[in-house]
């Protein structure tokens, strides 16, 4: 399943972003589609993944109440609505999906995922 990531940018401490992540091809070719982001001399990390056979999503605690997840399935998009930005949230952020269904524990593991899209800057600086 192609991905395009979009919608990053810069923002001041304490602003919002949306991202969006188009989504082609059959939306049955996955389970798993989510969130990751890595920031400079980092590992990828995952931000937050939604499950589709559980109809559950995962946020990684760093972002909890501040990072929303949304999917348009009329528009085969996903959203990352991002408030309350932080310096520390500054990366490189990319979509993903995988095919097969993973256990909790592992479903924020950017190893896990198999399709990437193109990433979008986002940088969070005053």
């Known amino acids: 399943v192609p991905l395009q990531a979009s919608g990053g940018g810069l923002v001041q401490p304490g602003g919002s972003l949306r991202l969006s992540c188009a989504l082609s091809?059959?939306?049955?070719?996955?389970?798993?589609i989510g969130w990751f982001r890595q920031a400079p001399g980092k590992e990828r990390e995952g931000v937050s993944v939604f499950s589709r056979l559980d109809r559950r999503t995962t946020y990684a605690e760093s972002v909890k109440g501040r990072f929303t997840m949304s999917m348009d399935n009329t528009k085969s998009t996903m959203y990352l609505q991002m408030d309350d930005l932080r310096p520390e949230d500054t990366a490189v952020y990319y979509c993903?999906?995988?095919?097969?269904?993973?256990?909790?524990?592992?479903?924020?593991?950017?190893?896990?995922?198999?399709?990437w899209g193109q990433g979008t800057l986002v940088t969070v600086s005053s």
């Open positions: 091809g059959f939306t049955s070719d996955y389970n798993m």
């Open positions: 993903a999906t995988r095919k097969n269904r993973l256990i909790l524990s592992a479903v924020l593991s950017a190893a896990q995922y198999h399709s």
